[in-house]
């Protein structure tokens, strides 16, 4: 879970829902396009506020900025049923959020993906590279999550079936403190993550629980997926210096194999889009600038 450090819109934020052929969905959207358009996905358990910190700074930078809220995810609602939350259908909100963004005129889209928004967003990827002017991932694995997280996912899985999203909250807040609202955490940040948890689809945190145990290591098939490019996409692989989900090691290997830029940030965790922005942001801007706006 990504802990916002404040929940303040900058002047540069506009939040509204954004309407595409699958339906509209809560958006966060900063700056103007002067060098490009990036779309950012949130993580499991996480939303568009998680990547407040980033906004600013990038719509400083030249570019136009959107973090939405996926399927299911806080603000944007979904519906009570798993199988809409299946991998295959997520990745294809994100080819509707890529297309209404290129109907302002964006030539393609930076897609990043943060944790289980990379396995997402690698999946989109896979079924139509040709919107993308580059894919970041960060945080995210070749595969299946830590068997530590495994643990804490299968608990979930279990809460889910026979407790009510209050009483897994207060149990989780029992549990991991820190990782859900300890008493450094700003009021207005406590309550809004509290309040984010209560607004997920149970069936939606079902499904991505799921996927993020057993899904596949994928690398060796998203490279051959691109390998038809007359020019490669360009692939970013982005941590912190630590990381409870994927070891930072695996990550550096995962770089290796996807011929991917590499960009730790020091003093990060699993999330340096909220822990250290101004470091985060100016590596995207750095890998951003060298992918051109148009291919």
């Not at 450094?184 to 799921?210: C, G, K, Y």
């Not at 995962?254 to 889009?273: F, I, K």
Request: proline fraction near 8%; charge should be negative.
């Amino acid at each position: 879970m990504s802990k916002p450090p404040s929940l303040g819109l900058p002047p540069t934020v506009r939040a509204y829902r954004l309407p595409t052929v699958r339906g509209e969905f809560a958006v966060h959207d900063a700056g103007e396009p002067r060098l490009g358009t990036a779309l950012l996905l949130p993580g499991f358990t996480g939303s568009k506020e998680d990547f407040l910190a980033l906004l600013d700074p990038l719509a400083g930078m030249g570019y136009r900025v959107v973090a939405a809220d996926g399927r299911g995810q806080y603000e944007t609602g979904g519906p009570r049923e798993e199988s809409a939350y299946a991998q295959p259908e997520l990745a294809r909100d994100v080819h509707a959020l890529t297309a209404a963004l290129r109907e302002d005129g964006a030539p393609g889209v930076h897609l990043l993906g943060h944790s289980l928004g990379g396995l997402i967003a690698r999946a989109a990827v896979m079924q139509d590279d040709s919107p993308f002017l580059s894919l970041t991932l960060m945080s995210s694995g070749p595969a299946a999550v830590a068997a530590s997280q495994q643990h804490r996912l299968k608990m979930l899985l279990g809460a889910l079936g026979v407790m009510e999203m209050e009483e897994i909250w207060l149990a989780m807040c029992e549990l991991d403190p820190v990782e859900a609202a300890d008493e450094d955490t700003p009021p207005e940040v406590a309550a809004f993550l509290h309040r984010r948890w209560m607004a997920n689809v149970p069936e939606q945190l079902s499904a991505t629980a799921q996927q993020l145990l057993g899904e596949p290591d994928r690398i060796d098939e998203l490279t051959a997926a691109l390998s038809h490019r007359a020019e490669p996409l360009p692939v970013h692989v982005l941590s912190g210096s630590e990381d409870y989900a994927w070891p930072v090691p695996l990550l550096d290997e995962t770089a290796l194999r996807l011929g991917a830029a590499r960009t730790v940030v020091d003093g990060a965790g699993h999330s340096p889009n909220a822990e250290r922005p101004e470091e985060t942001a100016r590596a995207l801007a750095s890998f951003w600038g060298g992918c051109g706006l148009s291919r």
